[in-house]
């Protein structure tokens, strides 16, 4: 174990990391109070002592799926003494015909299950062209000796092959498919160290995907397709989303509180200091937010994308100064409360259920906006967003396109979400084609990229 453990360091020293005398002697200690055999304790056991930084940990993972597996792979062939024996023939063949140089022997040393010369070769290639001189031709030397290293890698394969052949008679073809495959190993072993391939272990490390690009995945699905597990994933990247861009509204809103700058007074102060603008003057004033009135589609035909929609609300109520949310089917009901007295999967719940509204009626675009001028035009001013969030499929009934421009005229800008796919907005019993020619701006959102993006651009 010691003499083992002694070669792993001065390959992994060779590679680059630094590990100490006196850590590989505590290392020696502990393998003591521990099974070696249980490869969890024994692969910790190194780590803890000889990786002390995320650089050190990928390449010590690296370096130990090398040495005792890639290296370790059919080391039973040493357990026959004839297979010995051949081995040391096709070395002595190796050494044979093929140079002496630097590059071969730490080749045939690698071959042999010792990768410390190899690694410390290609160690010194990386760290060629490191100095702060670059010019035409650079990098070229490392790649030169890169070409040569794998031409030999290639020779030495080839030399294998050719004495296995001459002596097809005199080994048995089972043993020597043994061995072409353990020196076949060790040679793919070490052209996957010199074009930069990793290890399996880390190769595996590499191409995780992160929850990002998970995300992003997820992203594209439509609405109408997601699992139970995806659903409540989108509802964590919508409220994380939120939340960043709370935090940076809540930011640039604590720096206006001071007010925004008056360059004019702070240009005649500067009068005072020979033109240097020592003090800064603000405006008292600071920017206020606007508000936001919602009116949601909760029929059938976006049932499923509606929930989506109503987590947005939730989730907007402390970016804006006032959200005002209602829901539709033919007439339409405030919900605004649900969101403010329940947390969000609750508050959705009851706006799904509770609300009083026919939720099973024919959908009528026109009597909601008849209800909502009636009751609630008040509320719309200049400082007001108005987004309609809905697939505009009225069942053939009056769309009252005039009530909608009168809600355009009072507000700042009205913004419709159709969680439709585009190609189905003007067939049917689809208005979309009479609301898109009197909103500012008509968008498609039946996915989650298309929410988020939307939530960034209304927020920010």
Same mark, same amino acid.
């Given at each position: ?144 000796? =890169?070409? #040569? $290293? ?8 080839? &030399?294998?092959?050719?004495? +296995?052949?001459? /002596? *097809? ?6 043993? =020597?498919? #043994? $061995? ?8 793919? &072993?070490?052209?996957?160290? +010199?074009?930069? /391939? *990793? ?6 490390? =590499? ?254």
């Amino acid at each position: 174990m010691q003499n083992l453990i002694l070669k792993f360091v001065t390959s992994a020293r060779a590679a680059g990391l630094r590990i100490s005398t006196s850590e590989t002697l505590d290392c020696l200690n502990q393998l003591q109070h521990i099974d070696p055999l249980k490869e969890s304790q024994f692969s910790r056991t190194l780590r803890a002592n000889f990786a002390k930084s995320h650089r050190d940990q990928r390449l010590f993972n690296h370096l130990y799926d090398l040495f005792f597996h890639e290296l370790r792979v059919n080391e039973n062939l040493s357990a026959s003494e004839k297979i010995s024996h051949i081995k040391k023939e096709i070395s002595t063949q190796l050494k044979a015909e093929l140079n002496s140089s630097s590059a071969m022997t730490a080749i045939f040393d690698f071959l042999d299950g010792d990768p410390a010369n190899y690694l410390n070769l290609l160690r010194q290639i990386e760290s060629e062209g490191t100095g702060t001189t670059r010019g035409f031709g650079y990098g070229f030397g490392g790649m030169v000796r =890169r070409l #040569d $290293i794998m031409l030999a890698i290639n020779r030495a394969g080839a &030399s294998v092959s050719q004495f +296995l052949s001459k /002596n *097809r008679t005199r080994i048995h073809w089972e043993t =020597r498919q #043994d $061995i072409e495959t353990h020196y076949q190993q060790r040679l793919n &072993s070490a052209l996957k160290l +010199l074009t930069g /391939n *990793r290890s399996p272990g880390a190769h595996r490390h =590499r191409i995780r995907k992160s929850y990002d690009r998970h995300l992003g995945k997820l992203g594209e699905t439509a609405f109408t397709s997601l699992t139970k597990k995806e659903v409540q994933e989108m509802r964590d990247a919508i409220r994380a989303l939120v939340r960043k861009l709370k935090d940076t509204v809540t930011l640039r809103y604590a720096v206006y509180a001071r007010g925004v700058l008056d360059v004019k007074k702070t240009l005649r102060k500067a009068a005072q200091y020979q033109g240097l603008p020592i003090e800064i003057v603000y405006r008292k004033k600071p920017p206020r937010r606007g508000k936001i009135v919602v009116l949601c589609d909760v029929s059938g035909s976006v049932w499923s994308s509606a929930k989506f929609m109503l987590n947005m609300l939730y989730s907007l109520q402390e970016c804006f100064t006032k959200v005002r949310s209602f829901i539709f089917v033919s007439g339409l009901d405030e919900v605004s409360h649900f969101f403010e007295d329940h947390d969000v999967d609750q508050a959705i719940d009851r706006v799904m259920s509770d609300a009083d509204i026919a939720y099973d009626a024919s959908t009528d675009y026109g009597q909601t906006l008849r209800e909502f001028k009636a009751d609630y035009m008040d509320i719309l001013n200049k400082k007001t967003t108005l987004i309609i969030i809905g697939d505009g499929r009225s069942n053939y009934t009056n769309p009252e396109a005039g009530i909608l421009n009168e809600m355009r005229e009072k507000c700042r800008r009205v913004l419709w979400l159709n969680p439709e796919t585009e190609v189905f907005w003007y067939s049917g019993d689809s208005e979309m084609n009479t609301y898109q020619a009197i909103c500012h701006e008509v968008r498609p959102c039946g996915n989650l990229n298309q929410l988020m993006a939307f939530i960034r651009e209304l927020i920010l």
